[in-house]
C-alpha cells in the first residue's frame, strides 16, 4: 500500500514538474505577460492595462548568453515592444519609429522620418508648452541617423515619455518581444474598475 502511494505522488510529481518546466520554456521563448506601469503610451495602452508580448516574433533571447532565436521577422517601424531599459535595465514599452539607417528629426513636436513628417494618429501631446531648441530634445531634436543594430523608441504620450530622444538609440538586443493584445485591464482609481471593453483589444 505505501510503495502504491509513494509511485502514485511521484507520478503526480513528475506531471506537475513537466508542467511547470513547459510553462517556464513557453513564457521564455514564446508569450510573457506585462503590466503597464506608467503613462507614457497613453491614449493607445493605459496605467493598468495587462497584455501579452510576442517574444517569439523577433527570435527570444537565449538565457545566460547573447544569442537569440531564429527570428521571424526584424522590428518596424510602427511597432510596440517590450525591451530592457539600457540606462536601469527595467522593463519598458515604446514605440519603434525608426530603424537601422533612418533619419529622424523632431519639429515643433512633429515627427520627420527620412524628410518625411510622419502622420501619426496615435500620438498625443497633452502640454500646451513647447519646448525651444536647445532647452530639451522633448520637442525639437536635430537630425539623427539611427546606427546599424539599434532601434529609435518614442511613447505615444510624446509630451510624457523617456525615451531614444533622450536616452538615445535602443540596442536591438534588448528587445523582448511585441505587444499583441491586452487580456486584463483594471482602473484602480475610478468605479467600476475594470475596463471591459478593453479586454482582447488588439495592439497597433
Excluded at 58 to 81: C, E, M, N, Q, T
Excluded at 106 to 113: C, D, I, P, T
Excluded at 145 to 173: A, K
Aim: charged share 25%.
Amino acid at each position: 500500500m505505501a510503495k502504491r502511494t509513494v509511485a502514485t505522488i511521484w507520478n503526480h510529481s513528475q506531471s506537475f514538474i513537466v508542467a511547470i518546466a513547459l510553462a517556464l520554456v513557453f513564457r521564455q521563448f514564446v508569450l510573457q505577460a506585462f503590466r503597464i506601469p506608467s503613462s507614457s503610451m497613453e491614449d493607445t495602452l493605459l496605467v493598468g492595462d495587462f497584455l501579452f508580448v510576442n517574444k517569439f516574433l523577433y527570435g527570444a533571447p537565449i538565457p545566460f548568453s547573447d544569442k537569440r532565436l531564429p527570428k521571424v521577422r526584424a522590428p518596424h517601424r510602427g511597432d510596440i515592444i517590450v525591451f530592457k531599459s539600457p540606462t536601469d535595465g527595467r522593463d519598458f514599452i515604446k514605440r519603434c519609429v525608426g530603424t537601422a539607417g533612418d533619419t529622424l528629426e523632431v519639429r515643433n513636436k512633429e515627427l520627420w522620418v527620412n524628410g518625411v513628417r510622419q502622420i501619426e494618429p496615435l500620438a498625443v501631446h497633452k502640454s500646451p508648452d513647447t519646448m525651444l531648441p536647445g532647452t530639451s530634445t522633448r520637442d525639437f531634436m536635430a537630425p539623427y541617423v539611427v546606427p546599424p543594430g539599434h532601434l529609435f523608441m518614442m511613447g505615444d504620450n510624446r509630451d510624457n515619455s523617456h525615451d531614444s530622444r533622450f536616452w538615445g538609440p535602443l540596442p536591438i538586443n534588448n528587445v523582448k518581444g511585441k505587444a499583441m493584445f491586452i487580456y486584463f485591464s483594471w482602473d484602480r482609481e475610478h468605479a467600476p474598475f475594470l475596463r471591459l471593453r478593453r479586454f482582447g483589444r488588439l495592439i497597433h
